[in-house]
């Protein structure tokens, strides 16, 4: 065996199925084991798609995500995908090739400093020197990337070491004794906490993407329903509570809805959960539930007390810790249960009470279609099941407040770093992952445009993403900053030049349309989902609409702009 | 103010670099840095001082904490701990003062390293503040220059280092639950 035999040797021991990836001189070798290799490689149109597609594999499952580039300019094109991963704790692991270990250091075609450049970006990285070291790196990478707080790890592996000849011999055990997991989470801590919930009058839960990763979803919902108070799930968060769920308030934050953001503002105890008081969740640090006494688990130690000092800090695994706290409030709850119910029930009243005095706006247009009417048509289609991966901007948002997810892992979105270019990529990912599942890729038609190299690997792996431009003619989120906070100065904002739909996606050998009466487009989506490929929709819709509530940076959280100003006669 | 922040650490390419990397991504300048094998060679104990907002020295120490090939990153600067510097220091001085600058250098506990016509090389160790004392007292002899090795630091609380167990990989782990299912 060769090391590019081997290295894939390993990668069927880790369950890989498929990768997405793009191939180069120095990763030749690799590609020739390939060739007649069961695990499926899928060709994408740029390194950066490899590591977005990767993600989306990743989110979709919880599996870790792999993608591969060459050397040099291979590598540097996934480092805004690692970035990505590392900001929302994406599994990932990159294998990227480098030039030969007697070239390194020598300036040699396509070099880089790979180890290097991606030392800021990955969760670990490693510089493979010899074949020897070669499985145990790979096993390591898949250990680091998917346990703990989960993120991505970059494999450098120089082409000589491809080529090396030797065997695999099985690795059965990792011995990094440096890496600390804490999973299990201080019996003492959680048994206060629970204590705290029942004391309190007015608990919220703030539930975050660490609730995904852990799995924790039944647990959550099982501590929401038997204190029964209400949560928010942040926008890495979305599923983890069914959007259904009575006791489901939405997102908090920036574009969060009123209830969110007055809940958190309101709430005597706060539970926050695989949360990470993100500053667009906050707002301002010192206003953000500045009455509450706050309980946050996470398994990350450097997120305790990094932006907000708990009351009850709790180092563990969220899924571990909740399926504790809920024993412990079980057992307390004949004691302690009844306490403050009415004070409870009164807490859940008001926030029910905020949602319906201020929901978000659905508002539907004669004459032009709305953004958030395209969204809410997707939302009824979709009733809570399909996967949905969106790009970076106005559309993301709406989509965050409008579409309900039944489900963790049907939402897929980059939150941390908002990376424009993702959405369609990620949506490949998706697909491959959950063949028999419905996604749309809901884009900006700024984004798209950074993505239309991909309509090829959609098409030629004829998968049926339904592609839904949400096409506004700017460059809609930063357009709306203009307005508001630039005296509506649109400078270099403006997208007048869109392809033609149909042509676009029929050059691809696929259906596309393009529509802007309000009276199409519950057809026009009804025939996309029915088609049974890809589709391209381009819908055009109204160009200068708003993202509401909105939180200007900087605000306190209950201090949102519900709308657009009133204008007052004179 | 400063603080001393004690790294032990896998002796392992890019590891040193992991860990500064950690304060120049957030703007921090390194006041010293020392770096040497421990009694076991596959480990490194490093000594930071570096200039850090008090509100986020915790952060930083969990940062580092958080690094794969970090065993444990400790902050010395307010706990029980040694805090030592070795100065090496060429004093040019002329031939009526070299008696001056040997009983200065006793009363330091300097050692002479060198010496020439033109003056003396010096060695002294110390907490970094008796080093300068010494550097100001040199300077009034005449021209002087000085290499410093930056601070190394040990804690005295004698903790012991937690070593983290070997996990099974997938594979190996997947194969001891066939097992387990076989064998009951
Ligand atoms: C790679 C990248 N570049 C720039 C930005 C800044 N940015 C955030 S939202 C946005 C506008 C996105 O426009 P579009 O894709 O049309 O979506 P819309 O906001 O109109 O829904 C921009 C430029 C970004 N997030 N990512």
Redesign the pocket.
């Known amino acids: 065996m060769n090391g590019a035999q081997i290295l894939l040797e390993c990668l069927v021991r880790e369950e890989v199925d498929c990768f997405f990836g793009y191939p180069g001189g120095v990763t030749l070798p690799l590609y020739d084991a390939l060739y007649d290799h069961p695990i499926k490689h899928v060709l994408v149109r740029h390194e950066e798609n490899a590591c977005f597609a990767a993600e989306g594999y990743a989110r979709a499952t919880g599996k870790v995500g792999v993608c591969c580039a060459t050397s040099g300019p291979g590598a540097t094109n996934l480092v805004?995908g690692l970035v990505d991963s590392m900001m929302d704790s994406i599994p990932i692991v990159a294998i990227t090739g480098q030039v030969s270990t007697k070239l390194i250091g020598s300036d040699a075609f396509q070099e880089a400093d790979t180890f290097g450049i991606t030392r800021a970006c990955t969760k670990h990285n490693y510089l493979v020197k010899t074949l020897a070291e070669l499985p145990k790196i790979v096993h390591e990478a898949f250990y680091i990337a998917s346990s703990g707080r989960p993120g991505p790890v970059l494999i450098d592996i120089p082409k000589d070491v491809f080529q090396a000849t030797g065997h695999y011999t099985p690795v059965d055990t990792i011995h990094l004794p440096g890496y600390k997991v804490f999973t299990e989470g201080h019996a003492g801590q959680i048994r206060r906490a629970a204590q705290m919930i029942w004391e309190a009058e007015r608990p919220f839960v703030y539930a975050g993407g660490g609730v995904i990763a852990s799995g924790a979803d039944g647990e959550l919902r099982e501590l929401v329903e038997m204190v029964d108070m209400p949560a928010v799930c942040t926008l890495m968060g979305l599923g983890a509570l069914p959007s259904n769920h009575p006791n489901f308030v939405s997102m908090p934050g920036m574009h969060g809805s009123y209830a969110a953001n007055m809940g958190i503002s309101n709430c005597d105890l706060l539970i926050a959960l695989g949360v990470r008081f993100d500053d667009r969740v906050t707002g301002r640090l010192a206003a953000f539930a500045p009455n509450a006494r706050v309980i946050h688990v996470d398994i990350d130690p450097a997120e305790i007390a990094k932006n907000r000092i708990p009351d009850i800090p709790i180092v563990g695994d969220v899924k571990r810790v909740l399926q504790k706290l809920n024993r412990n409030l079980g057992e307390m709850k004949g004691e302690h249960g009844s306490r403050n119910t009415a004070p409870r029930a009164a807490w859940r009243q008001q926030v029910r009470d905020w949602a319906k005095e201020h929901p978000y706006d659905k508002s539907r247009s004669e004459t032009e279609i709305k953004?958030q009417h395209l969204i809410s048509e997707i939302d009824r289609l979709s009733a809570g099941e399909a996967i949905v991966t969106t790009?970076?901007?106005?559309?993301?948002?709406?989509t965050a407040q409008l579409v309900r997810f039944n489900h963790p892992r049907l939402w897929i979105n980059?939150g941390g770093?908002?990376?424009?270019?993702f959405g369609l990529p990620a949506a490949i990912g998706a697909q491959f992952a959950r063949p028999d599942k419905l996604v749309f890729a809901i884009?900006?038609?700024?984004?798209?445009?950074?993505s239309i190299p991909e309509l090829g690997t959609i098409a030629s792996n004829g998968l049926p993403i339904k592609i839904i431009v949400?096409?506004?003619g700017?460059?809609?989120?930063?357009?709306?900053w203009q307005e508001l906070f630039y005296n509506n100065r649109l400078s270099s904002?403006r997208?007048d030049c869109f392809p033609d739909a149909e042509k676009l996606a029929g050059a691809y050998g696929f259906k596309g349309r393009t529509i802007e009466k309000p009276s199409e487009l519950a057809d026009a989506l009804d025939i996309a989902i029915k088609e049974p490929g890809p589709y391209l929709l381009n819908v055009k819709v109204t160009q200068f609409e708003n993202v509401y509530p909105m939180v200007p940076s900087g605000g306190a959280i209950n201090e949102m702009v519900l709308g657009p100003p009133v204008p007052v006669a004179v | 103010m400063l603080q001393i922040i004690s790294v032990h650490l896998e002796n392992k390419p890019g590891a040193l670099l992991r860990v500064t990397g950690l304060l120049s991504a957030r703007g921090y300048n390194i006041e010293s840095l020392t770096v040497a094998r421990t009694l076991d060679p596959e480990l490194s104990r490093m000594t930071i001082v570096c200039d850090i907002e008090d509100r986020l020295r915790a952060q930083v120490i969990k940062q580092m904490n958080k690094l794969v090939n970090v065993l444990q990153a400790t902050d010395l600067t307010d706990a029980p701990a040694v805090n030592r510097e070795l100065l090496l220091l060429r004093v040019r001085s002329p031939q009526e003062s070299r008696t001056a600058v040997l009983k200065e250098a006793e009363i330091f506990g300097a050692r002479v390293v060198d010496s020439s016509v033109d003056g003396f090389a010096l060695e002294v160790t110390g907490d970094p503040e008796k080093l300068d004392e010494f550097i100001g007292v040199m300077r009034s002899y005449g021209e002087i220059e000085v290499s410093r090795s930056g601070v190394v630091g040990v804690s005295l609380e004698g903790k012991k280092l937690k070593l983290q167990p070997p996990v099974l990989t997938r594979a190996a782990a997947k194969l001891e639950e066939v097992d387990g299912v076989l064998n009951g």
């Open positions: 805004t953004p790009d970076v901007g106005q559309h993301q948002m709406w980059s770093l908002g990376a424009m270019g884009v900006g038609d700024g984004g798209f445009q950074m949400m096409n506004n700017h460059l809609g989120m930063v357009r709306q904002v997208l």
